[in-house]
């Protein structure tokens, strides 16, 4: 779910700032704040300077990084471990100081209905891997979403994981 986005003000500096102000208020991706921009403005040479800046510095942030499962799949149970790792593209480095601001497990149900499962964060098994307990008792398919927060990078990193808890 994404909250409304406000737009306003034509000026390079007016998109610079809307724009940051957008990023940190709707937690969205650069290419679709990129989108809005485009779609919105007829550019001038100062806009697309901007933009191009814009482009750099917004995609240089999150996209660099991944989250990756370290398996996907668990043994259904009470105490179950989930573990993933987050590691920055080009380097190859496993990311070890992130810190995890938000996080969800979920098991789609048919109709819609979804079940959420509590976790408690757990030690951190190695380098760059973020683990977590949970009581995964219902077999099938479910998804975790995470968001952290990577020290030197204004944006946020947004993790999907789709994994299978067997009986
Ligand atoms: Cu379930």
Redesign the pocket.
Known sequence: MRPACRFSGTSPAAIVYVVRKLIWECRTIGQFVLEIITRKFVLTGAAVAVLVTLTNVILAGANDYVFEPVKTEIKSSNVATIAVRLRHKRSEKPVTDAVIVQMRIV?A?DGGAE?DAAFVPLASPEPGVYAFMAPLT?A?SWFLSIVAKVPGEPETVVGKINFRVTP
């Open positions: 098991m149900h079940m219902m099938g």
